[in-house]
């Protein structure tokens, strides 16, 4: 499968954004799906995660609160919605996909199989 991140950009702090990730080449409906960050200097950091069909997520305390992931499997995208952006917000956004049809979510970088070329998103102060 084939990943396309979209919907980065430059927003000031308390905004909003919303990422795109669309996949191409497997039926996106049986990967379970993530977002994950890189700031730079940092290591890849993980944000936030899906099942295959939406019935479970999770996202990482940092974000928790504020950023949304959610699916439309009918468009083969998933999506990231972040809100109350802040300053340390500031990285380049991955999204990633691993084949799965338990229902889990996938946490860890290893745990992906594929991954997209990645989208900047830049909070100003």
């Known amino acids: 499968v084939q990943l396309q991140a979209s919907g980065g950009g430059l927003v000031q702090a308390g905004g909003s954004l919303r990422l795109s990730c669309a996949a191409s080449?497997?039926?996106?409906?049986?990967?379970?799906a993530g977002w994950f960050r890189q700031a730079p200097g940092r290591e890849r950091e993980f944000v936030a995660a899906?099942?295959?069909?939406?019935?479970?997520?999770y996202e990482a305390d940092s974000v928790k609160g504020r950023f949304t992931i959610s699916r439309d499997n009918g468009k083969n995208t998933v999506y990231l919605q972040m809100s109350s952006l802040r300053p340390e917000d500031t990285a380049v956004y991955y999204c990633?996909?691993?084949?799965?049809?338990?229902?889990?979510?996938?946490?860890?970088?290893?745990?992906?199989?594929?991954w997209g070329q990645g989208t900047q998103v830049t909070v100003s102060s």
């Open positions: 990633a996909a691993r084949g799965d049809y338990s229902g889990s979510y996938f946490i860890g970088i290893y745990e992906y199989d594929y």
């Open positions: 899906i099942s295959w069909n939406g019935g479970y997520a």
């Open positions: 080449g497997r039926t996106f409906s049986t990967y379970a």
